[in-house]
């Protein structure tokens, strides 16, 4: 583990203030961005999802429980793994419950969905540990229409936004989009309901899930980020 070069205070300070100059150009563009992700266009849910959980079968408005957004955690766990993503579940275990407190003040629920049977969720070690509800898509198109489970068998290959076909020919294969066998990817997806319809508004994969992360927006401001 390298550490940073040590230097005197007033280096600090030139070295510093150049580095703020860098995030001041940047904030513009990181609000921009942010005002350009609520101005997405969405796209209405036509198709009846039915999902397993602790109250038995609900449906993608249900999970809404009331609320006029919806957040859904693609937590990883293929149907043959003996529990969920480590990975994943360190990225729950990062979701202090101040946080989604304060997610559901803004009129917005979260949840967590997973390809695995519930049976497989409630013999997970993360069934009780999880504070906010966990619920199983076994058994339906849900994972496959949001391109969180890559099996060309079962439906077109999409990998962050891009086809199977579009990454082959870009000349840079990516090993999920070849697989022989199912792979699960983590990302998140949000939804909104209006008037009696369901929308779907965003969804993000793999590293921008990360990003998303109170702790690891904390540890981005720290010499060692999250290598400790």
């Given at each position: 583990m390298v550490l940073p070069q040590v230097v005197s205070r007033d280096q600090w300070l030139t070295a510093r203030r150049e580095l703020l100059a860098t995030e001041q150009q940047l904030a513009p563009r990181h609000a921009a961005l942010v005002a350009a992700r609520r101005r997405?266009?969405?796209?209405?849910?036509?198709?009846?999802?039915?999902?397993?959980?602790?109250?038995?079968?609900?449906?993608?408005?249900?999970?809404?429980?009331?609320?006029?957004?919806?957040?859904?955690f693609h937590l990883m766990f293929d149907p043959t793994w003996d529990d969920a993503c480590p990975s994943c579940s360190?990225?729950?275990?990062?979701?202090?419950?101040?946080?989604?407190?304060?997610v559901r003040a803004s009129d917005t629920a979260f949840v967590a969905v997973s390809r695995a049977s519930l049976?497989?969720?409630?013999?997970?070690?993360?069934?009780?540990?999880?504070?906010?509800?966990?619920?199983?898509?076994?058994?339906?198109?849900?994972?496959?229409?949001?391109?969180?489970?890559?099996?060309?068998?079962v439906?077109?290959?999409?990998?962050?936004?891009?086809?199977?076909?579009?990454?082959?020919?870009?000349?840079?294969?990516?090993?999920?989009?070849?697989?022989?066998?199912?792979?699960?990817?983590?990302?998140?997806?949000?939804?909104?309901?209006?008037?009696?319809?369901?929308?779907?508004?965003?969804?993000v994969y793999d590293r921008g899930v990360e990003e998303l992360s109170q702790a690891d927006s904390l540890l981005g401001l720290t010499a060692l980020g999250g290598r400790v």
């Open positions: 997405l266009p969405m796209v209405r849910i036509e198709k009846d999802y039915v999902f397993q959980g602790a109250r038995g079968p609900v449906s993608l408005p249900e999970l809404f429980e009331g609320c006029r957004q919806l957040i859904v360190a990225f729950s275990g990062r979701l202090h419950p101040g946080v989604l407190a304060a049976a497989k969720l409630r013999a997970s070690r993360e069934w009780r540990r999880l504070p906010f509800p966990w619920y199983s898509s076994f058994g339906s198109d849900f994972n496959y229409d949001f391109h969180v489970t890559l099996d060309e068998r439906a077109p290959v999409m990998y962050n936004f891009e086809s199977k076909e579009e990454i082959l020919a870009a000349g840079t294969p990516i090993e999920l989009v070849v697989s022989e066998t199912p792979v699960e990817i983590v990302g998140l997806s949000c939804f909104i309901q209006d008037n009696g319809n369901i929308f779907h508004t965003y969804s």
